[in-house]
């Protein structure tokens, strides 16, 4: 009786599985950032029972707020250049595999879409990086 149900939910249940593994992901991701901010106030509480100094390094994440942690990490002008060339890369890399998978076929075409995003991505660094910075 049961088995009979399987064959009827079987077909679902990939996408369901496909649909819950970025859930899980982003929970996981968000609990780890909890315990590690949890972890950092448990730190800070032992020192400060203890009556150590508390080393600034603790402080200055919590004394940021996202908006400055944003406008610090937006400082660096190289941040664009590493997903540009990942993208690259990947649309070179699926060029070439479905290429040789399947020579003469349009499969290739699928790694236009990284490659083009990654492109455009290097010339905005390109443009980005001669500009002069903002105080």
Same mark, same amino acid.
């Not at 399987?6 to 950032?33: D, N, Q, R, T, W």
């Not at 707020?65 to 937006?74: E, I, K, N, P, V």
């Not at 540009?84 to 890399?93: E, F, K, V, W, Y």
């Given at each position: 009786?049961?088995?009979?149900?399987?064959?009827?939910?079987?077909?679902?249940?990939?996408?369901?599985?496909?649909?819950?593994?970025? !859930?899980?992901? !982003?929970? %996981?991701?968000?609990?780890?950032?909890?315990?590690?901010?949890?972890?950092?106030h448990?730190?800070?509480?032992?020192? @400060?029972? %203890?009556?150590?100094?508390?080393?600034?390094?603790? $402080?200055?994440?919590?004394?940021?707020?996202?908006?400055?942690?944003?406008?610090?990490?937006?400082?660096?002008?190289?941040?664009?250049?590493?997903? @540009? $060339?990942?993208?690259?890369?990947?649309?070179?890399?699926?060029?070439?595999?479905?290429?040789?998978?399947?020579?003469?076929?349009?499969?290739?075409?699928?790694?236009?879409?990284p $490659?083009?995003?990654g492109?455009?991505?290097?010339?905005?660094?390109?443009?980005?990086?001669?500009?002069?910075?903002?105080?």
């Amino acid at each position: 009786m049961f088995f009979d149900h399987i064959e009827v939910i079987s077909p679902l249940l990939i996408p369901i599985l496909a649909l819950l593994i970025p !859930i899980v992901a !982003i929970v %996981a991701h968000y609990m780890g950032k909890a315990h590690g901010e949890r972890q950092r106030h448990e730190t800070i509480r032992e020192l @400060a029972r %203890a009556g150590q100094p508390i080393p600034p390094e603790l $402080l200055a994440d919590l004394q940021d707020s996202d908006w400055q942690r944003a406008r610090r990490d937006q400082a660096n002008p190289n941040r664009i250049l590493v997903p @540009a $060339l990942i993208n690259i890369g990947l649309g070179l890399g699926l060029m070439g595999m479905f290429s040789t998978m399947m020579p003469g076929a349009w499969l290739w075409s699928i790694g236009l879409l990284p $490659l083009f995003i990654g492109v455009g991505l290097a010339l905005y660094w390109a443009v980005e990086r001669k500009q002069p910075p903002q105080p």
